[in-house]
């Protein structure tokens, strides 16, 4: 018996670390393949790093000059393998824009989008999964019809309109919220920037003044990001649900004089917790790249709106630094979804 438990602890260790070392392999097959796609795309795309560095008076010396320090005169091949060399030693280039260099930049503004993304989707969660749960239960009620609507909203109604609707209402009429910006500017460097993400570091700090002042300024765009993601995790849930509801097992536990709460939030939830993993995993991704709008609206200054002010300086390092901060997390966030996944459903191991 004792040599059975170790052969079979050896085997599961052996098919943990197969399992790990297939996880590291395609995920840095992945990161590989996405630096590939940014450093083509910004090679083909109608902008002149060199421009953008030397300006458009300089001479044809110094133009060319400035190409062979850049290395733009060698070949794509050897272009792309300085390139990969330089990102996994950290090294994203110099931004023209700040005259810094990007993965300073990138380490500065990340934290601001992550804050405001994860605020959004824990609104989105909070409130989506009862929604669509909800729905589901209710299925052809007034109830189903008004949260579908209001779902319908969140596909179709534009980030930016709605950002400046409720600035608009929130802030210049009613006086709820704080305008743009992540603190009034009497607050602006008075706390620490420990971790980069202003409520984190306001909460060590003890400065509770400068917590609630900061989320009195966050509460607005997460609020908006999270209806977004609401919507879509909403939708999904309610789909997941109708299809659970369906099942013989549900009518086998409303026969046996089951609760209709333990029905639906036990035996009906249990089972879609593993697609609703991926739901949030990629609606969360969503949300980190694709708050360009939202951090343009309200002067928030995170990735997108780095993203927007080196696109307009044709800033070329920032732009694909940014690029691949965001498809990093992107491929990060779906194999954390893939490994919960595995935690969860014991089937797909």
Partial sequence: MPLR?????????????????????VTALTFIGLMAITFFIGRVIPIDPVLAVV??????EQYDAARVAMGLDRPLVLQFASYVGDVFQGNLGHSVSTNRPVAQDLARVFPATLEM??????IGVGLGVPCGTWAAARQGTWVDQLIRVFALLGYSVPAFWLGLVGLVVFYANLGWVAGPGRVDIFYEGLVEPRTGLMLVDAALAGDWEVFWNALDHLILPAAILGFFSLAYIARMTRSFMLDTLGQEFITTARVKGVSEWRV?????????????ITVIGLSYAA??????????VFSWPGIGNYLTVALLNADMNAVLGATLVIGAVFILINKLSDVLYRVLDPRSR
Avoid: N
Wanted: hydrophobic residues 45%; charged residues 20%; aromatic residues 6%.
């Fill in 5 to 25: 438990r170790k052969t079979a602890g050896a085997q599961r260790l052996k098919q943990a670390a197969r399992s790990l070392g297939g996880f590291v392999v």
């Fill in 264 to 276: 639906i939030w036990v035996h009906g939830f249990r089972p879609i917790r593993v697609p609703l």
């Fill in 55 to 60: 300006g458009d008076r300089a001479t044809q």
């Fill in 287 to 296: 949300l980190l790249e694709g708050s360009v709008m939202i951090e343009t």
């Fill in 117 to 122: 993304a994860t605020l959004g989707i824990l």
